[in-house]
């Protein structure tokens, strides 16, 4: 009787132990990510981490890292090149910077709003260069989006040569440099958890931003004018290590596939609410908004463009898909 009960205890204790493990496959991944947890980008891949853990009955844990927490996107790119990172949310920074045709979704006003970027990233161009990530050893599972590319400037503007040798805060990112510097502005790369700070001293006197950021980072306390322009687009593409990939189970991998095209695809078609939500707040402070459109950029946009032609091959084609869908 002694033997059994200490078998019968032996075999709860060892059941109790499975349950605490988990699933015999579950498995906990690590998704990292630049933005803030406030950001919308961060809030769909917690979305998704959850989703996809119910899915998979808890095969699939995602562990979401923002705010840079794992290192900037240059960092993250070497980490999923050698599978200590397994997914990741990036701006096209890193990858127009080796590649430049993953610069022409900065072509400024290719589309005209949210609507616009949302069919053009799933146009054939970007099908095309999503999968070209297997060139840096990761596999493309997806766009996703920021809001429009609007400017915050610490002074009052009224033309675009008040914005002429002021420094402008920009990203990293070769073809929106250029669009700075055929403004004759002074482009400043900066990331973005430097940039409050920046902007209040002085050290920069506005920045290329969206909507969202503008009103959460409170950017808006320093600024002079917000100018609604709408003028670039700016994808973010979720991306998965090549090596982790591998070693997902097949099954696993078409409920990954299913749930970054579903959650992506979501994100991007919000950013037309969040774009209208923000904008309405930022309206409500002092700081006056000035819209514009290509026009007010005079001629620094067709430069742009003849320049960008010849680096970026495939932006010719973009141009073709981006003329069937414009309004
Ligand atoms: C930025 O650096 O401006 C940025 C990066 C990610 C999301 C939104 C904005």
Request: aromatic share 10%.
């Amino acid at each position: 009787m002694k033997t059994l009960l200490t078998l019968a205890s032996l075999t709860a204790a060892a059941a109790a132990l499975v349950v605490a493990a988990g699933p015999a496959d579950a498995k906990d991944y690590r998704l990292g990510l630049i933005t803030p947890p406030s950001h919308q980008w961060t809030i769909t891949a917690s979305e998704m981490a959850e989703a996809l853990k119910e899915e998979t009955n808890g095969d699939v844990n995602i562990l979401i890292f923002p705010s840079g927490q794992l290192g900037n996107e240059a960092q993250m790119l070497q980490q999923l090149q050698t599978g200590a990172l397994d997914f990741a949310f990036l701006t096209l920074g890193e990858f127009s910077n080796r590649d430049p045709n993953y610069g022409i979704f900065l072509a400024p006003y290719i589309v005209d709003d949210v609507a616009g970027a949302r069919q053009l990233l799933q146009g054939e161009t970007a099908n095309k260069l999503l999968d070209q990530v297997d060139q840096f050893g990761l596999v493309g599972l997806g766009y996703g989006m920021a809001g429009m590319r609007q400017i915050v400037m610490a002074d009052k503007i009224e033309t675009v040569d008040d914005i002429a040798g002021k420094k402008v805060r920009t990203i990293p990112f070769a073809p929106e440099l250029d669009f700075w510097k055929k403004l004759d502005a002074a482009p400043t790369p900066m990331p973005l958890p430097a940039l409050y700070d920046a902007f209040a001293n002085g050290q920069v006197d506005g920045m290329q931003i969206d909507f969202e950021g503008t009103w959460n980072s409170k950017y808006y306390d320093h600024a002079g004018t917000i100018i609604e322009s709408n003028h670039m687009m700016f994808p973010m593409i979720a991306v998965a290590s090549g090596r982790s990939w591998q070693q997902i189970p097949e099954g696993d991998r078409a409920k990954v596939d299913d749930a970054f095209a579903k959650f992506l695809d979501e994100l991007v078609a919000s950013y037309a609410d969040i774009d209208a939500d923000y904008l309405a707040k930022l309206k409500g402070t002092d700081v006056p908004v000035l819209t514009v459109d290509r026009a007010f950029f005079g001629d620094a946009i067709d430069d742009w463009y003849a320049t960008w032609r010849e680096k970026s091959p495939m932006l010719v084609d973009l141009e073709a898909e981006a003329e069937t869908i414009k309004n």
